[in-house]
Nanobody, 126 residues
Framework: QVQLVESGGGLVQAGGSLRLSCAASGRTFSSYTMGWFRQAPGKEREFVAAISWNSGTIKYADSVKGRFTISRDNPKNTVYLQMNSLKPEDTAVYYC???????????????????WGQGTQVTVSS
């Protein structure tokens, strides 16, 4: 099973940018659907973005469309989340997740992912 490690979180002012990375172990990374989720204090974990194995299918939550970009580099076993125009409501712990293969209709469901990273904190100050 793939193991995931996120990095790149931190404290940023509103309007700023951050790029999160998720490094995966395992030789089958290139076949996995990868997702980003986030969880703010007192709230449920929510979907942010997902990308299919060949980057042919990409999905975003409405709240981040036009501001966040998900991408992957299969030879480097890494998926990225570029976050621009950050808002205080983007403050959360961000998690990377993986699943061998997901249809587009299910990419936003956290229950469909079977591997998770430990999370990285993103704090956006106003």
């Amino acid at each position: 099973q793939v193991q995931l490690v996120e990095s790149g979180g931190g404290l940023v002012q509103a309007g700023g940018s951050l790029r999160l990375s998720c490094a995966a172990s395992g030789r089958t990374f290139s076949s996995y659907t990868m997702g980003w989720f986030r969880q703010a204090p007192g709230k449920e974990r929510e979907f942010v973005a997902a990308i299919s194995w060949n980057s042919g299918t990409i999905k975003y939550a409405d709240s981040v469309k036009g501001r966040f970009t998900i991408s992957r580099d299969n030879p480097k076993n890494t998926v990225y989340l570029q976050m621009n125009s950050l808002k205080p409501e983007d403050t959360a712990v961000y998690y990377c997740a993986a699943n061998p293969s997901l249809a587009m209709a299910t990419m936003s469901f956290s229950s469909r992912y079977n591997a998770w990273g430990q999370g990285t904190q993103v704090t956006v100050s106003s």
